[in-house]
Structure formats: structure tokens, C-alpha cells
């Protein structure tokens, strides 16, 4: 058995964090691709600016809290 440098529990929390991550992110170009395909390309770009915006909302709320929390950028 391998000793991990972050422990099993952490490794299991990040693999299951990038499976997640991994399937949003091919339903959103599942779901963009299509919307493209079936003529509705207002609503594609749409999907990719409202995605992305909340991507980095949520990125930098992330960012603000953990700033509140440690006092640390």
C-alpha cells in the first residue's frame, strides 16, 4: 500500500471534486453543442456567457470568503 502525501480521505474528497467537475463540464458542452445544432444559437451564447459568469461569480465569492475567513488573500 502507498502512504499519500494528503491522506486517503483528502485524495478521495479531490477525486470525487474533479468527477464532478468533469461531468458538468461535458453536459454544459453537451447541452451547448446541441442547443447550436437545433438552430437555437442566441440560446447557446447564452448558455456559454451565463455559465461562465456564474463560474466566476462563484469563483470569486469562493475567493471572499475564504479572504473573511483566514484574513489572508
Do not use: K, Q, W
Not at 483528502?10 to 471534486?17: E, H, I, R
Not at 453536459?27 to 456559454?48: H, I, Q
Not at 459568469?53 to 469563483?59: F, I, K, R, S, T
Amino acid at each position: 500500500m502507498v502512504d499519500l502525501p494528503a491522506g486517503s480521505a483528502v485524495m478521495a474528497v479531490a477525486g470525487t471534486g474533479f468527477c464532478g467537475a468533469l461531468t458538468t463540464y461535458s453536459t454544459f458542452g453537451y447541452e451547448t453543442l446541441r442547443l447550436a445544432e437545433d438552430g437555437a444559437r442566441t440560446y447557446a451564447l447564452l448558455n456559454v456567457v451565463a455559465s461562465i459568469a456564474a463560474g466566476l461569480g462563484a469563483a470569486y465569492c469562493g475567493m471572499a470568503l475564504a479572504h473573511g475567513l483566514t484574513g489572508h488573500p
